[in-house]
């Protein structure tokens, strides 16, 4: 009886091991003798081990702490080497798509990964869009090659100043680009932050004409109000914007603004509490909307 008793014990131990160096994972090796809630416990130790030596090579302090823990805590060597190896790879794989994605959504879904689900919330926002006046024809008259090197030389400048400010980065658009200010985490203060950032694009993309004679120049429309804020698109593929009238007001304000200029709201005006200079521009028609919008041209603060 001993001994059939040791057969069986050793039977499952050496087919647990060819198991679980097949599938890496103890949950598959012992999955047909725990129940759910203990694989639960040794997948959710599998994932805080990963994160733990990840964020310790993100912080570049060293693995050697974290994984001389979890070999106390009873990680086996082939454990450890493995946990290392995701971790390195997972690193690997958020330093290649994380340029894809908003810093500030990106920070919002490790806290909340919740919010990565279809929908939105409706919020005050202040939207800056920005496009280079005179691309169309800087763009006939250049290759597309160079035409891409100019682009990627000002969003360079531009993209850092935006991030600088708190705002996401929704989109570009050929020589355009969105961003949206409180639409994630909390920035009472979004309008001044817009009308301050659409102002050092326009001083970084002067720095970058400069440099360069005969590139076109920035020109800016800020507007402040409500908008749906959220994911849209399918679950394989979507994208994170800001939807209303406040958006597409924005974006008419912009064919308003000339080379050099920033065109802001009423809304966007009037919670500037006068921090910047500007003048009016009285009730401008612009198209898609059926009553004139009281516009304002901002200089400096």
């Given at each position: 009886w001993h001994l059939l008793m040791l057969g069986a014990f050793l039977a499952i131990a050496f087919g647990a091991r060819d198991e679980?160096?097949?599938?890496?994972?103890?949950?598959?090796?012992?999955g047909g003798l725990y129940s759910e809630?203990?694989?639960?416990?040794?997948?959710?130790?599998?994932?805080?081990?990963?994160?733990?030596?990840?964020?310790?090579?993100?912080?570049?302090?060293?693995?050697?702490?974290?994984?001389?823990?979890?070999?106390g805590e009873g990680a086996s060597d082939e454990e450890i080497a493995l946990l290392a190896r995701t971790a390195t790879e997972l690193r690997r794989l958020d330093a290649l798509f994380r340029p894809y994605l908003p810093t500030g959504v990106?920070?919002?879904?490790?806290?909340?990964?919740?919010?990565?689900?279809?929908?939105?919330?409706?919020?005050?926002?202040?939207?800056l869009f920005a496009d280079l006046a005179g691309f169309t024809a800087f763009g006939e008259r250049h290759a597309p090659a160079e035409v891409i090197e100019m682009l990627?030389?000002?969003w360079a400048a531009v993209v850092p100043v935006i991030d600088a400010a708190g705002g996401i980065v929704e989109y570009?658009?050929?020589?355009?680009?969105?961003?949206?200010?409180?639409?994630?985490?909390?920035?009472?203060?979004?309008?001044?932050?817009?009308?301050?950032?659409?102002?050092?694009?326009?001083?970084?993309?002067?720095?970058?004409?400069a440099a360069n004679p005969g590139w076109p120049i920035f020109r800016v429309g800020v507007n402040s109000g409500r908008a749906v804020v959220g994911n849209v698109g399918a679950e394989g593929r979507r994208s994170f914007t800001a939807i209303g009238d406040t958006t597409n007001t924005a974006a008419r304000l912009l064919q308003a603004a000339a080379a050099g200029q920033v065109v802001v709201s009423e809304p966007t005006w009037s919670a500037l509490g006068g921090?910047?200079?500007?003048?009016?521009?009285?009730?401008?028609?612009?198209?898609?909307?059926?009553?004139?919008?009281e516009a304002w041209v901002v200089s400096r603060a």
């Open positions: 679980y160096r097949r599938r890496r994972s103890l949950a598959g090796a012992f809630a203990t694989l639960a416990r040794i997948d959710r130790w599998h994932a805080r081990a990963i994160s733990a030596v990840a964020d310790a090579e993100a912080r570049n302090e060293g693995t050697a702490r974290v994984l001389g823990e979890l070999r990106a920070d919002e879904l490790r806290r909340d990964p919740g919010r990565a689900r279809l929908g939105g919330e409706e919020r005050d926002v202040s939207v990627n030389a000002y570009f658009a050929g020589d355009g680009v969105l961003a949206i200010f409180n639409a994630a985490g909390s920035q009472g203060d979004h309008p001044l932050r817009a009308v301050g950032t659409a102002l050092a694009i326009v001083s970084a993309g002067r720095s970058v004409a921090q910047f200079e500007g003048r009016s521009l009285g009730a401008v028609a612009v198209k898609g909307k059926r009553d004139p919008v």
